[in-house]
T-cell receptor, first 116, second 110 residues
Framework: GAVVSQHPSRVICKSGTSVKIECRSL??????MFWYRQFPKKSLMLMAT?????????EQGVEKDKFLINHASLTLSTLTVTSAHPEDSSFYIC????????????FGPGTRLTVT | DQQVKQNSPSLSVQEGRISILNCDYT??????FLWYKKYPAEGPTFLIS???IKDKNEDGRFTVFLNKSAKHLSLHIVPSQPGDSAVYFC?????????WGAGTKLIIKP
C-alpha cells in the first residue's frame, strides 16, 4: 500500500527556535501533499496544500511566513515552524495524494511538537 | 459554516453488534466521500470511500451508504470488534481538498 512517513515523530524545542518536519511518500510519487494540524479533541485543520515545484497554497488564517512549506521533489515535503511559540505546540500531520488523480490521501503518522 | 457534520461526538456499541456512524453534508457539489479511522497520536487511516454515482460500497466488515437526496452518508461496521475503537472521520472532496467532519469516537464494549 501507499506509505507516508514523517520525521521526527515528536520534537520538543525552545521558544524562538525553528523546527523542520519532513513528510515522505515512501513507495509512490505524490504531486500534491497536504499539511494538517490537529488541536485536542478537534478535527483536522488543513494548513496548506503543497504541489511539487511550486509555492504552497495556504488556508485562510495560516501565516505563510511562520509555517514554511517546501515541496522539492515528488516524494518529499517539509514544514518548517519558524520562531516557534508555545501556542504552536500541536500535532502536525501530512498527507500525500497519488499522482494520477486518485482521490485518496494517505496520511503520515504525525509529529507531536511541544514548544517550551 | 460546517459543510460536513458528524453530529454524534461518541458512540458506544457492544462487541459483535453493528456500529453505524453517520455523516451529513450541505454541499451538493461534493462528488466523493471517504471515511478515515484515527487512533490517538497517529495519522488517519483510510477505510473506505464512495463516489456520488453510487449509493453503496462494501469492503469486508465495512459498508458505506450514500443518500444523495438527504445529503447523508453512513458507515456500517459489522461485526464490531474491540480494535474498531477509534475516532472515525468522514470527509468529502471539494476541489482536491478534503472537507472533514468533526469525528465520532467509537467505543466497542467487550
Amino acid at each position: 500500500g501507499a506509505v507516508v512517513s514523517q520525521h521526527p515523530s515528536r520534537v520538543i524545542c525552545k521558544s524562538g527556535t525553528s523546527v523542520k518536519i519532513e513528510c515522505r511518500s515512501l513507495d509512490f510519487q505524490a504531486t500534491t501533499m497536504f499539511w494538517y494540524r490537529q488541536f485536542p479533541k478537534k478535527s483536522l485543520m488543513l494548513m496548506a496544500t503543497s504541489n511539487e515545484g511550486s509555492k504552497a497554497t495556504y488556508e485562510q488564517g495560516v501565516e505563510k511566513d511562520k509555517f514554511l512549506i517546501n515541496h522539492a521533489s515528488l516524494t518529499l515535503s517539509t514544514l518548517t515552524v519558524t520562531s516557534a511559540h508555545p501556542e504552536d505546540s500541536s500535532f502536525y500531520i501530512c498527507s500525500a495524494m497519488l499522482a494520477g488523480g486518485s482521490y485518496e490521501q494517505y496520511f503520515g503518522p504525525g509529529t507531536r511538537l511541544t514548544v517550551t | 459554516d460546517q459543510q460536513v457534520k458528524q453530529n454524534s461526538p461518541s458512540l458506544s456499541v457492544q462487541e459483535g453488534r453493528i456500529s453505524i456512524l453517520n455523516c451529513d453534508y450541505t454541499n451538493s457539489m461534493f462528488d466523493y466521500f471517504l471515511w478515515y479511522k484515527k487512533y490517538p497520536a497517529e495519522g488517519p487511516t483510510f477505510l473506505i470511500s464512495i463516489s456520488s454515482i453510487k449509493d453503496k460500497n462494501e469492503d469486508g466488515r465495512f459498508t458505506v451508504f450514500l443518500n444523495k437526496s438527504a445529503k447523508h452518508l453512513s458507515l456500517h461496521i459489522v461485526p464490531s470488534q474491540p480494535g474498531d475503537s477509534a475516532v472515525y472521520f468522514c470527509a468529502a472532496y471539494s476541489n482536491y481538498q478534503l472537507i472533514w467532519g468533526a469525528g465520532t469516537k467509537l467505543i466497542i464494549k467487550p
